[in-house]
Every structure is written in structure tokens, then in C-alpha cells.
């Protein structure tokens, strides 16, 4: 790769799940553009959202930290304005950080890091989405309407296909293609009917397992086996970025570069994909660690389940009370352990849970002031205002105009 530091663009879709895209061996989606970047790139094969849902899945992603660890429990968690993100660091290194479309922040800091943001985001930044583990039937959770108003979708993955073909047209006819490394993600999977179950918020393969496709010019086109996860992207945009030592993080991050995987510098990669399950629907804190093959998942009041992946990718045989597992069921249960306090964790939950509720109902009393995004109005800038001198704004775009001293 040149050695100049390279443009980043990083594309994130919604909910979308490995298996439906062609680079992931599926039939049916017609996907060339992301097929490109595959061709064009390392293609990661066991890549995982680090908790399958919108908002903790992109909050731990840009941190680099798991959700617990910044307390972003559900889609209403705050993402607090003093975590440091990729954005704040790539800035830091001189890049120009600009985010368009969704985020889904929670918060009133609605850029963390970023230095422009065209567009509003589709959900709100207050804490209306709160989890509430004491609620039977979810206020904010996914109802029967979405099931009984459901049809035919004509091919969602396509269209993204298209809108990332007409950004490669953008670098390819500025002549920005060669020196940008496009990074394809998303924040979550999709159930569609797997195992009966709909939506998200499970640790199955088609909720947890995501694409993660690295792409250069001057990357070979390989395929990536080890286990990996988004909070990797923080490190590895700053090796992208130049900061090879990762010399400029002010806290530990969670994460590992990725860029000796794309690169093929690195074979193998021997860490664990640690995800959680923290927002309404569960009552407990829902727990997953994969290892090679194996995926655990704890829970303290649900069955524990164990699945091996090599030998059984549909996930349908629990070997958690089988002898043969007996000693990686161990070793996993206790990386669980060592990552999470789970009796802390569900106290801070639930007190976190208590808090937002409060303020939720509370500052609906009154006048309303919402977090939302509201992008600048750019044309604004041209209007002269009683804070303006006429002259300063009418002439401060010719060159030779001499502004009298004040």
C-alpha cells in the first residue's frame, strides 16, 4: 500500500446479515459493487457485532470498548460526550471527520468526534427508548403489526449494492479511488424466520455474525478465518491513520488492529469475540463468547447453551452437557467471567434503567427541548444578520478588499 497516509471511508449499513450478501456465498442478492470491494480486499468470515442491536452495536463499535464498559445498555442509553471515538482520534491525527446518515446518538453531544454531519437521524436522541427489564410486553419493542403488515421486500440489499456503486463513481471520477481504503460493515444481523425467531437481539449467526470487508487497490484479494469483532475498527482506523503504535489512545480499548489480517502480514489471530445482550426483552444480563469454533453463551436464568460451528453451522445441537466439551466449556465459561461481574453489571443495569425512566417521564412535563439532530443550514451562512457588519459581509470573498481596523 502507498505510503501516504490513505482517505477512509467507512460504510455502515443497518441489520444486515453476512449470509444474504454474494462475497458471503449467497445466490439470490445481486450484489457487484460489494462484490468489488471482495475482490479488491480481505473478506472477514467470522467478523460479530459486539451486541446485536442499533445503538450499543454503533456506540461500542466507535469507542472501541464493549457496551457494558461505557454503560450503553440499551437503544435509550446516553453515549457519553467524554468516551473518546474513532472520529475524535482521526481528527486528532488531521483527518476531516463527517458523518451522513443514521447514528442513532443518544445524548446531547450528537457528533462525538465528528466535525460535520449533513444529515438529521431517523430515531430520537432522548432516553424514549430506555429499557425497562421490569416490563412484561416492551413498550418500545417490535409488535405483531410488523409480522400481520409484513410482504415482499424488492431485494433492500441491492439498493444498498447501487448507493455503494454510486459512491465508487464519486472516488473514481475525482480521482480519490487509488489512495482510499473503504472499510464495508454493519452494526447488527437479521433473523428472518431462523430458528423461528424475527429481528435481532440474539447471539445466533444470523443476528451476531455481520460483514466486515477491508478494501484497497493495493490489497490482495484474501479470505480472513479468525474471530473478530467492531470494536477491531477503532485500532485499525488508527493504523490506517498512520498511528501505527496506537500511541495516541488515552484509554484501552477493547479491540485489535485488523490491518495485519487484511494485509496478510498476520495468519492468525487467537482472541476472543466477546458480544452482550443488555436492553429490554431480557431480565438478566445475556452473555457470548466465541473461541475458534465454539460459541458460549451464558445467561443466569436461561439454559447455558454450546454450540460448535464447524461441525453444526446451523446451530441446533447444545452441547453444553456434553463430556466431549466438557473442558472447552470450562475454559469459556471462565473468559466470561473474567470479562464480566455479572451481579455488578445487573445492578448497574437496572439502576441505569430506574434513572432514564425518571427523567424520561419527568421531562416530558412542560416545555420540550429533544436532543435531535438539526444539520446547519449551509444557505445561512450567505444571509447578513444584525451581528454582521454589511460591508464585512458582502465584500469578505474579494480578495484584494482591505478590512478597516476595528
Avoid at 467492531?230 to 495516541?248: C, F, I, K
Avoid at 471462565?334 to 455479572?342: E, F, K, Y
Amino acid at each position: 500500500m502507498k505510503s501516504s497516509r490513505p482517505n477512509i471511508l467507512v460504510i455502515q449499513a443497518d441489520q444486515l446479515a453476512a449470509k444474504y450478501l454474494g462475497a458471503y456465498g449467497d445466490a439470490i442478492a445481486s450484489t457487484p459493487h460489494i462484490d468489488s470491494l471482495a475482490a479488491s480486499g480481505a473478506t472477514f468470515e467470522s467478523a460479530y457485532t459486539n451486541f446485536p442491536l442499533c445503538a450499543p452495536s454503533r456506540f461500542s463499535m466507535m469507542s472501541g470498548q464493549l457496551a457494558s464498559t461505557i454503560e450503553a445498555f440499551d437503544n435509550g442509553a446516553e453515549f457519553t460526550s467524554s468516551i473518546p471515538t474513532f472520529a475524535h482520534y482521526l481528527r486528532n491525527l488531521d483527518y476531516q471527520t463527517c458523518l451522513v446518515g443514521k447514528m442513532h446518538f443518544v445524548g446531547a453531544d450528537q457528533l462525538h468526534g465528528f466535525e460535520q454531519r449533513l444529515t438529521t437521524d431517523i430515531y430520537p436522541g432522548d432516553f424514549g427508548w430506555t429499557g425497562d427489564w421490569t416490563e412484561v410486553r416492551p413498550k418500545f419493542g417490535n409488535d405483531v403489526v410488523t409480522f400481520t403488515d409484513a410482504g415482499i421486500c424488492n431485494g433492500a440489499i441491492s439498493y444498498v449494492d447501487d448507493l455503494i456503486g454510486e459512491l465508487l463513481v464519486v472516488l473514481k471520477d475525482t480521482g480519490l479511488y487509488d489512495n482510499t481504503l473503504i472499510l464495508l460493515t454493519t452494526d447488527h444481523g437479521e433473523m428472518l424466520g431462523e430458528h423461528g425467531l424475527w429481528y435481532k437481539k440474539s447471539f445466533f449467526e444470523e443476528a451476531c455474525r455481520i460483514p466486515l470487508i477491508i478494501s484497497h487497490p493495493q490489497l490482495g484479494q484474501r479470505r480472513v478465518g479468525a474471530n473478530v469483532s467492531l470494536v477491531d475498527l477503532l485500532p485499525t482506523l488508527l493504523e490506517m491513520a498512520g498511528d501505527e503504535q496506537q500511541s495516541s489512545l488515552v484509554d484501552a480499548v477493547a479491540g485489535h488492529s485488523l490491518c495485519g489480517l487484511a494485509s496478510g502480514s498476520e495468519s492468525v489471530r487467537e482472541h476472543p469475540v466477546f458480544a452482550e445482550n443488555l436492553a429490554e426483552g431480557a431480565t438478566t444480563p445475556l452473555l457470548m463468547v466465541k473461541q475458534g469454533s465454539l460459541k458460549y453463551i451464558h445467561s443466569a436464568v436461561d439454559p447455558k447453551q454450546l454450540f460448535d460451528l464447524e461441525t453444526d453451522p446451523q446451530e441446533q445441537v447444545n452441547q453444553f452437557e456434553n463430556p466431549d466439551y466438557r473442558e472447552a466449556r470450562d475454559s469459556l465459561a471462565q473468559l466470561v467471567n473474567q470479562q464480566w461481574d455479572v451481579e455488578s453489571l445487573t445492578s448497574d443495569i437496572i439502576t441505569s434503567q430506574r434513572r432514564r425512566i425518571f427523567l424520561r417521564e419527568a421531562l416530558a412535563k412542560g416545555k420540550l427541548h429533544d436532543w435531535d439532530y438539526d444539520p446547519a443550514d449551509e444557505l445561512e451562512q450567505h444571509c447578513l444578520r444584525a451581528d454582521k457588519v454589511y460591508s464585512k459581509w458582502a465584500y469578505q470573498d474579494i480578495v484584494d478588499y482591505r478590512f478597516p481596523k476595528e
